[in-house]
């Protein structure tokens, strides 16, 4: 299965934005198994980001995770004041005290502009990203999260599968 | 198991505890009908969990969904309650299995469903089919693609 469409300006993205090779994930920031996948990232990018261009995509199953559209919409928000990654990170190291409140104080810890942040998480546009990546993902065949691409094809595996063949293919 | 221009056999099951649902009333919309093995087992409620989310956008292809397996109503109201979900599940449950076996999608062996989708037009002909191997998830590329065909006709 394909990603559609290819990763374009419009994601976000971390690590070396010119590598040949494109990692996409598309995950829920209340899924257990996309924050236990999330250190596993971190550390694959810590050691591969020179080489690896890696790109989140929201997938947010919110009649299970009611709070998975509030955090994407977080960290969208978090995007327009350039601190995406920072976000991302710190909801998923929060994730077992997922609240609306904490996305606020995360936000604060962040040192974001608050009113400014409270005012954007309502944006439509922000909901047209997370719905346009949630449509995105549901057109390339994902089918649970984390769902992740490698190269625009679909990876049958999970984060430690994916940072296996990233050891094995740089060796 | 049935294919693309077959007439999509129909059938009356419960819903709910006191509510049944025939095929038929569906004529003049399009429908999704996803055979599945079980409630409550992960790969299912993944699949359930997953199409839950994409209602609106089959509504926008004038398409219903519904899930079937052999569960009893009483089963399938738990489950539906516990995830959440916004769409009905079939119970074909007595005599058990026997619209699964119209559609070519039960599985002798295991007396459950096999993991089947069905994208049946206005007019109640099967215009795709897919069987996903059981322990895997066919997400809803498939079923969108289908419905997106449907439109151009």
């Given at each position: 299965m394909l990603l559609k469409p290819a990763v374009d300006n419009h994601d976000h993205v971390?690590?070396?934005?010119?590598?040949?090779?494109?990692?996409?994930?598309?995950g829920d920031y209340q899924c257990p198994h996309c924050g236990a996948a999330h250190p596993i990232i971190?550390?694959?990018?810590?050691?591969?980001?020179?080489?690896?261009?890696f790109v989140f995509r929201n997938?947010?199953?919110?009649?299970?995770?009611?709070?998975?559209?509030?955090?994407?919409?977080?960290?969208?928000?978090a995007a327009l004041q350039n601190r995406f990654w920072e976000m991302h990170d710190a909801i998923f190291e929060h994730q077992p005290f997922l609240a609306e409140n904490l996305l606020l104080q995360l936000a604060g810890?962040?040192?974001?502009?608050?009113?400014?942040?409270?005012?954007?998480?309502?944006?439509?546009?922000l909901a047209a990203k997370v719905d346009g990546d949630f449509e995105?993902?549901?057109?390339?065949g994902v089918n649970g999260t984390p769902s992740f691409f490698v190269n625009g094809k679909k990876f049958d595996g999970g984060a430690g599968d994916l940072f296996e063949l990233l050891q094995s293919s740089t060796e | 198991m049935l294919q693309k221009k077959d007439v999509a056999p129909d059938f009356t099951l419960h819903a709910t505890p006191d509510q049944k649902i025939s095929l038929s009333e569906f004529k003049g919309r399009n429908v999704i009908l996803a055979f599945y093995p079980?409630?409550?087992?992960?790969?299912?409620?993944?699949?359930?969990?997953l199409y839950n989310e994409m209602l609106k956008y089959f509504k926008q292809y004038d398409a219903e969904i519904m899930g079937i397996s052999v569960d009893s109503k009483w089963c399938h109201l738990a489950f539906s309650q516990s995830r959440n979900l916004h769409f009905p599940l079939l119970a074909d449950f007595e005599p058990k299995g026997e619209v699964a076996k119209k559609y070519g999608a039960y599985n002798e062996a295991e007396g459950e469903c096999n993991r089947v989708l069905f994208v049946i037009n206005k007019e109640g002909i099967i215009e795709w089919s897919y069987q996903s191997p059981i322990a895997i998830n066919p997400g809803a590329d498939g079923i969108l693609e289908a419905l997106e065909s449907l439109i151009k006709k």
């Open positions: 971390q690590g070396n934005t010119t590598a040949d090779l494109i990692i996409v994930e598309f971190k550390e694959m990018m810590n050691k591969f980001g020179s080489q690896t261009k997938f947010p199953l919110t009649e299970i995770h009611p709070l998975a559209r509030p955090a994407a919409l977080a960290a969208e928000a810890k962040l040192q974001l502009n608050i009113d400014q942040f409270r005012k954007d998480i309502h944006q439509s546009a995105s993902g549901m057109r390339s | 079980a409630d409550w087992s992960p790969v299912c409620s993944d699949q359930m969990a």
